[in-house]
């Protein structure tokens, strides 16, 4: 059976609650790349009526019934591209690389294109993006990108610039690779190392992307709080499951 060519463009996949106010103009930006023929919205658990404005503005939308975590997010929005791609297929193409792209981006959104060029070409397996300082200060100090990055580094010795950021670009076998997905806000420090520790390549790319910073409030000390929680989750459990395999050995 002949090799499938690589896929020329990428589905960009992108989970989102309660964004209504955004989602259209992420939905456009997004689409307006020559590089993205899908768009896929995950509504998780919106109450708000981010599923009409993600398909008035033209994207394929699932909705989850109650809201279950980005990385489930995630995960059902790679199922829908894979089971567009077995309803309209592409003979001797192989599957789309996965943009994950944040639902708040807004116009900025088509700023990610840089992530598509290096996994497009087979330079690398997963892009991240490195943003620049926003316009708005956040509200925390840092613990969990903290937490995140020496995470990474004790697991793989590599030190990324922006370990959470959300915006990644990946291989269809990459993202296989790193299934089960970890739960929650610890999906990318997962991500990264998974891939990392299976041999793949990961490349952080620069892009001048503009989403809302978390604030001060009770709400966004909260929103951190459950963040550290989960990247400790993932990163304890990957730390149990290599003293188990050293126990093994």
């Known amino acids: 059976m002949p090799a499938l060519r690589p896929s020329p ?8 609650k309660d ?8 939905v456009r930006a997004v689409s307006s790349l020559p590089v993205v023929d899908v768009v ?3 509504d998780d658990g919106s109450s708000d009526l981010t599923s009409k404005a993600a398909r008035d503005a033209g994207a394929v939308v699932v909705a989850h019934r109650r809201n279950r975590g980005k990385a489930a997010a995630m995960h059902t929005g790679a199922r829908a591209v894979a089971e567009r791609e077995r309803a309209r297929p592409r003979p001797g193409v192989g599957p789309r690389p996965l943009l994950f792209v944040d639902a708040d981006l807004a116009d900025s959104a088509v700023r990610t294109a840089p992530l598509a060029g ?3 070409a087979g330079e690398a397996d997963m892009t991240i993006a490195v943003l620049p300082r926003q316009a708005t200060a956040g509200g925390g100090r840092g613990l969990v990108v903290g937490l995140s990055r020496k995470g990474t580094v004790a697991a793989t010795g590599w030190s990324p610039e922006q370990p959470l950021s959300g915006m ?3 291989t269809r076998a990459a993202f296989e690779a790193a299934l089960p997905l970890a739960p929650g806000w610890g999906v990318e420090t997962a991500l990264t190392i998974d891939l990392l520790r299976a041999g793949f390549r990961v490349r952080e790319v620069p892009c001048d992307l503009h989403h809302r910073v978390t604030g001060k409030d009770l709400r966004a000390q909260l929103h951190r709080a459950a963040q550290y929680r989960d990247v400790a989750r993932a990163l304890g459990r990957r730390r149990v499951q290599d003293a188990l395999r050293r126990l093994t050995r």
């Open 168 to 170: 990644r670009c990946l």
């Open 19 to 26: 964004e209504q106010e955004r989602i259209a103009a992420t």
């Open 40 to 42: 896929v919205v995950v």
């Open 9 to 16: 463009t990428v589905a960009v996949v992108i989970p989102a």
């Open 118 to 120: 290096p996994v497009l």
